[in-house]
């Protein structure tokens, strides 16, 4: 019987193992992780989690009993040092083990704050693991002021539960405008407005020049001089995918690590899926930092691991949880040429469309789950609606399907 061993025991990698069982593979599975616990959420991590909401165990994707249940070994708090691909090995510590098939769900990594200009003061975080977490909710008192360093969702997520918690929250953002690699400014627009009624002291076009302390971190200068008293920092300015294992085994790298339609590396029985891979898309290449991208693909990868030979088309979609406005996000919209406006019947809820000339590209939906649903089914399905009656709420989203 044929053993595949599965790097990286996040999302990915536990969708992977578990879709390999489902569709009857009996050979060897062993799903190894760098970290101590098993496979976990991480969404939850930065928000219920954090809000002390959520206790661990309800963080797992799957209970413990169901590796051993399904036959499935769970090497954790056990990192691989190195991949042989010829020779068919990894290798964890002083041990190596043989596999038939690889793959690699090894996710990504925290981008940080260089240490020459403070980032490894104590109580300067990222928000990235169960680890993570636990270390900042100490220092996370009413009261306390924290700094958070970017303006993409993963900072404004932060912002949102630390003025939640009681804390000063200020945050900077070197770029014009918040989420502005991300979105257009209209939806920029609308979570400034949220987290300055939120007490929130955002700064855009503001970078961050060091951090003072001693150990601690006490204080930040920005780049236009200001000093502000902290104590803490929340660091969001970007994942990087985890991708070196990978380049020091000699597989191609783009952006992350390189993989076909079906989900194959460069190198012979050897798979990728989630973070860490860079998928061919609408002819470029692409990665997809979501949950849903990484159970679809890691499923996906699973089959051809088996042999379907079935190419893996994402869907896109994407969401945040900021105070009480869920942002839920269909498509891509790379390329936009002209948004159009969609305002719901209650004050918070509005849509976000995106068209390149005639063409939906994407939808930035905000407490409006209709508007989010409907989008995505035209997306995935080709429709692009006039752009005119999208914006007009007295049109009946469901005539836009027919239309």
Avoid at 101 to 125: C, E, H, M, W
Avoid at 158 to 163: K, L, T, W
Avoid at 240 to 248: E, F, Y
């Amino acid at each position: 019987m044929s053993h595949i061993i599965v790097v990286g025991a996040g999302q990915a990698g536990a969708s992977l193992v578990a879709k390999l069982r489902g569709l009857g593979h009996s050979g060897g599975l062993t799903l190894i992780g760098a970290e101590t616990a098993p496979p976990y959420q991480r969404p939850p991590l930065s928000k219920a989690y954090l809000l002390g909401e959520m206790e661990q165990e309800r963080l797992y994707l799957r209970p413990e009993s169901f590796y051993a249940d399904h036959d499935i070994q769970l090497r954790l708090g056990q990192p691989v040092t190195s991949i042989d691909t010829a020779a068919q090995t990894v290798t964890l510590g002083e041990e190596t083990l043989a596999f038939d098939q690889l793959a690699l769900t090894t996710g990504s990594v925290p981008r940080r704050l260089p240490a020459a200009i403070g980032g490894d003061l104590r109580n300067v975080f990222t928000v990235r693991t169960l680890a993570d977490v636990d270390a900042m909710r100490s220092v996370m008192t009413k009261g306390a002021c924290v700094l958070i360093v970017g303006g993409g969702y993963i900072g404004l997520e932060a912002a949102a539960v630390a003025s939640k918690m009681g804390l000063d929250v200020s945050l900077v953002e070197m770029a014009d405008r918040i989420l502005q690699r991300v979105a257009a400014p209209e939806t920029s627009d609308y979570f400034r407005a949220l987290h300055a009624g939120h007490g929130v002291d955002l700064r855009e076009g503001t970078g961050l020049s060091r951090l003072t302390g001693d150990e601690s971190v006490c204080g930040a200068v920005l780049s236009d001089g200001t000093e502000l008293a902290v104590d803490m920092v929340i660091v969001g300015v970007g994942i990087s995918p985890d991708d070196a294992l990978a380049a020091a085994a000699g597989l191609q790298s783009d952006n992350g690590i390189a993989v076909d339609e079906m989900g194959r590396t460069s190198a012979p029985g050897v798979w990728a899926a989630g973070d860490c891979a860079s998928l061919p898309y609408r002819g470029h290449r692409i990665r997809l930092e979501s949950v849903q991208n990484a159970i679809d693909q890691a499923e996906a990868v699973a089959a051809n691991m088996l042999g379907a030979k079935t190419p893996y088309v994402p869907k896109p979609w994407f969401w945040s949880d900021q105070y009480d406005v869920k942002l839920q996000i269909a498509g891509l919209n790379t390329g936009y040429t002209r948004v159009v406006t969609r305002p719901e019947a209650t004050g918070q809820a509005v849509s976000h469309w995106y068209y390149a000339g005639d063409r939906l590209l994407a939808v930035d939906a905000m407490n409006a789950p209709r508007a989010y649903m409907l989008g995505k089914r035209l997306i995935e399905a080709g429709t692009s609606p006039d752009p005119e009656a999208v914006s007009d709420p007295g049109t009946d989203l469901k005539a836009l399907m027919r239309g």
